[in-house]
């Protein structure tokens, strides 16, 4: 069956620090993955999708990238992170139709 | 105007009682149609996908209704395990990559 892995957990970083969260997928291959931000009180807003190695899509301008090194990983990052940049991010990949979410990274920045 | 819209709650049930949702959504193209359940700090999970027809998944019942672009969610006898956040979720027409438009949710409370 197939599962997704999210790290970290939670995670706390200063302002203007850098950004690497990770995502790996197990149990399928070429899965379409996608980067979702859900801020307190807020929707999920669809960051960043991928459908093959080196195949990023970017759906809102903002200072955070995607990259995706291997065919079940997928990697979100910052350079320099604001405070606006706080949230519950969540890593999901393609069904038939549905997704399917990981545990997802708590990350505050202060 | 929002692409999904649901009503925010909080809908504060008993335990035993019938609690339906309604969620409407903008786009006409849209072709997919999920209920997705999402515990407190937890990621959202798919709770079932909703066809045209109706269908029934043990105590919750999800309708479509594409020509009012209006998608329900019942749920009978409510559990203290159903308190959580639905959210309506459509696919986003268009490409192969199966975007998912999430309404912002409805937080279900039921008391004992």
């Known amino acids: 069956s197939q599962t997704i892995h999210q790290w970290p957990a939670t995670l706390v970083q200063p302002v203007g620090s850098p950004l690497s969260l990770e995502c790996t997928v197990e149990?399928?291959?070429?899965?379409?993955l996608y980067w979702y931000r859900q801020a307190a009180g807020r929707g999920l807003q669809l960051l960043f999708y991928?459908?093959?190695?080196?195949?990023i899509s970017s759906e809102v301008p903002q200072n955070l990238s995607a990259s995706r090194p291997q065919d079940r990983q997928f990697i979100l990052s910052s350079k320099k992170l604001l405070l606006s940049d706080s949230g519950f991010y969540l890593c999901?990949?393609?069904?038939?139709?549905?997704?399917?979410f990981g545990p997802g990274t708590r990350l505050t920045v202060t | 105007r929002k692409e999904v819209e649901q009503d925010p709650g909080p809908f504060n049930v008993p335990e035993g009682a019938t609690v339906a949702f309604n969620c409407t959504y903008s786009?006409?193209?849209?072709?997919?149609f999920f209920w997705y359940r999402q515990d407190c700090r937890k990621e959202p999970k798919l709770l079932m996908s909703?066809?045209?027809s109706g269908n029934e998944d043990g105590r919750f019942t999800a309708q479509l209704n594409r020509a009012s672009q209006y998608i329900s969610l019942l749920i009978r006898d409510s559990k203290l395990s159903d308190s959580a956040t639905y959210l309506c979720?459509?696919?986003?027409?268009?490409?192969?990559?199966?975007?998912?438009?999430f309404g912002t949710g409805t937080l279900l409370a039921v008391q004992p």
């Open positions: 786009n006409s193209a849209s072709q997919s």
């Open positions: 909703v066809y045209s």
């Open positions: 979720v459509v696919t986003h027409p268009g490409g192969a990559t199966n975007k998912l438009i």
């Open positions: 999901a990949w393609k069904g038939t139709n549905e997704q399917y």
């Open positions: 149990g399928t291959s070429n899965p379409n």
């Open positions: 991928s459908v093959g190695i080196g195949q």
